[in-house]
């Protein structure tokens, strides 16, 4: 169920009430009796859970380079005669 803000057209008054989508709009100031109008609130929060949703679930492996191009796959500084590295 969602929150609902409204305000209250005579003394200002804003308040938060959580009700049904079907339920009818407040039309009443709980503190002066004068009409109110629902206003556009903050909205609700948007929450990921779970473990590493965009690092396990959508991210490709990074590239690896391969022995004898550039720099060697095991770590070495100086590229290996015959691939893989040992």
Do not use: N, W
Not at 54 to 69: E, I, M, N
């Amino acid at each position: 169920m969602p929150t609902y803000e409204y305000q209250c057209d005579i003394c200002g008054h804003q308040f938060e009430v959580f009700q049904k989508m079907s339920d009818e709009p407040v039309a009443v100031c709980p503190e002066c009796g004068g009409s109110v109008r629902r206003i556009l609130g903050p909205g609700g929060g948007f929450i990921l859970k779970g473990s590493g949703f965009y690092a396990t679930d959508y991210r490709a492996d990074p590239p690896r380079t391969r022995c004898g191009r550039g720099s060697p796959c095991c770590g070495r500084e100086i590229p290996c005669d015959k691939p893989p590295c040992e």
